[in-house]
């Protein structure tokens, strides 16, 4: 392999490292394992250094306009290819839970894409735009919450803002 394939299969890897040790801090919390979460957090944040440095080293970050172009293709590849397979194959081996995450997660990553587009499209206007984030589907929208997700139901407390 190159240094190239070595740099993504290693972002890769951080990332998913990431991801898993944010969800296992949110267990220990629920737990009330304060201590083990902070070390959870502490381990996150430190893959995410780890994954910025490979995508560095990679020429993976570029221009703002270049990051929302590559944003766009891949969130749209996932909402017209990838999910609509993953959907299909949960259907037919009647797996539910995995059909809901699919089929959320399909749904806001076509959001996702607008939402990139609208940035895009508007790059260098800089109008202040606070976003809202459903914590249960991932629904992701402009300037205020809505009372009821349009992706799942969840109430609008389940919302949180990202600053």
Partial sequence: MSTKENLKEAFTGESEANRKYLAFAKKAE????????????????????????????MGAINSTEENLKVAIDGEVAEFKEMYPVMIEQAKEEDEEGALWSFDVANKVEEIHAGLYQKALDNLGENVETFYYVCNFCGNTVEKEAPEICSVCGAPKKEFKKIE
Avoid: I, S
């Avoid at 083990?36 to 080293?57: D, G, P, Q």
């Fill in 30 to 57: 629920e737990e009330g394992f304060l201590q083990v979460a902070r070390l959870f957090k502490a381990a996150a944040y430190a893959e995410t250094v780890h994954a910025h440095n490979h995508m560095h080293f």
